[in-house]
């Protein structure tokens, strides 16, 4: 765990949570079973202080749940439980997640008296017609407002939005990364949807009433929209949800779950802009592709796929891909021979 980035997850399933929408089981996903208690928090601070060097302060995150929706008598006993080990330099902040529709200037002024620094609001979607199919209880005028509340309180703003819910589309999806865009959040996480048992999205898509958001279905999805992002220069901390013991061992039954699925993306992304320089080659050429050597693997993809691909498409006798340490990352360069 390094000192900048180590974060010490705290989950409070479904804590908090006034909905149940169609994709959600908290409980799965985490792999947690009840909610955090402030012996939970101490337990975890206490496990990580061990796997620190010295020196490092870590972030406490309360995931999992809608943290400023639970009662307030039981935010307030969590929140102290953590801040203690702030007093005493054991970590360094706390940050949460939580609704849109769950924020008001108390609250706010309540989390920063408590040393909460970072709030992820869980947007999933600008579009009503998809918030209304997930079930998810509030509008998009409700991450618009959340979003500015916190922001001018002088929160670290994390956006959450998903890909491929009911009602989705890729259009649907660059609207919503658009309209994230305007709200110049610090960082965004990108969650495309995965079937997850004991949900309703689990029996709509067994009575054929949701059609599978497959992890090419993502891949494709993020290559249009991590671009986006990037030229925002709002940086995407997370694509695709975490993989756990229980969402591996059959929890997550269908959808866009894949260990790697950010990295399939950036592959992706590499491949399509390959694609677009490739246009007008002659079938029969040779060419070798140069990219930065930390994309070498990127630009290759699981099992040599993009050269295979590209080798194709195009009809060219041979491809090869090198790197060249003098171009940036996200460049490419294309030779002939």
Same mark, same amino acid.
């Given at each position: ?16 949570c !006034? ?8 409980r ?6 009840t909610?955090?208690t ?7 601070v206490?496990?990580?202080?061990? $796997? ?20 307030t008598e ?10 203690q080990?702030?007093?005493v330099?054991?970590i360094?902040?706390?940050?949460l997640?939580?609704? !849109? ?7 706010? @002024?309540?989390?920063?008296n408590?040393?909460?620094? @970072? ?8 579009c009503e ?7 998810r209880?509030?509008?998009?005028e409700?991450?618009?407002?959340a ?12 956006l ?22 305007s709200?110049?959040?610090d ?26 958001? @497959?992890v ?9 929209l ?7 220069q709002?940086?995407?901390i ?9 969402l591996?061992a059959g929890?997550?039954?269908?959808g866009?779950?894949?260990?790697? $699925? ?5 592959s992706?992304?590499l ?21 930065? !050597?930390?994309?070498l ?15 194709s498409?195009?009809?060219l006798?041979s491809?090869?891909?090198?790197t060249?340490p ?11 021979e």
């Amino acid at each position: 765990m390094s000192a900048r980035s180590s974060i010490i997850p705290v989950f409070v399933p479904h804590w908090g949570c !006034p909905h149940a929408c169609v994709f959600c089981n908290q409980r799965r996903i985490s792999g947690v079973k009840t909610p955090a208690t402030q012996e939970t928090v101490r337990t975890e601070v206490e496990k990580a202080a061990a $796997l620190l060097s010295y020196g490092s302060k870590p972030e406490l995150a309360f995931y999992g749940g809608s943290f400023t929706a639970i009662p307030t008598e039981q935010q307030v006993a969590l929140l102290t439980a953590a801040m203690q080990y702030m007093d005493v330099g054991m970590i360094a902040s706390i940050r949460l997640s939580t609704r !849109p529709d769950a924020i008001t200037p108390e609250i706010l @002024t309540r989390l920063h008296n408590y040393g909460v620094r @970072t709030i992820e609001l869980g947007a999933q979607s600008m579009c009503e017609e998809v918030l209304r199919q997930s079930q998810r209880g509030h509008t998009a005028e409700d991450v618009k407002n959340a979003s500015r509340l916190i922001k001018a309180s002088g929160f670290t703003l994390i956006l959450q939005m998903m890909t491929g819910l009911p009602g989705d589309s890729l259009e649907r999806s660059i609207k919503t990364a658009e309209e994230i865009i305007s709200l110049q959040p610090d960082g965004v996480r990108i969650y495309p949807t995965v079937i997850v048992r004991d949900t309703e999205l689990y029996d709509l898509w067994q009575t054929g009433k949701y059609r599978e958001h @497959t992890v090419e279905d993502a891949v494709a999805f993020g290559a249009v929209l991590l671009p986006m992002f990037e030229r925002s220069q709002i940086p995407v901390i997370r694509f695709g949800l975490n993989p756990t013991e229980e969402l591996s061992a059959g929890a997550a039954v269908a959808g866009a779950y894949h260990p790697a $699925l950010g990295e399939l993306v950036r592959s992706r992304i590499l491949r399509n802009r390959a694609e677009e320089m490739l246009q007008g080659f002659a079938a029969g050429s040779r060419v070798t592709i140069f990219v930065n !050597p930390r994309q070498l693997s990127q630009m290759t993809g699981q099992h040599r796929c993009n050269p295979e691909y590209l080798q194709s498409m195009f009809s060219l006798a041979s491809l090869q891909i090198r790197t060249d340490p003098s171009l940036t990352e996200g460049c490419i360069r294309i030779e002939k021979e």
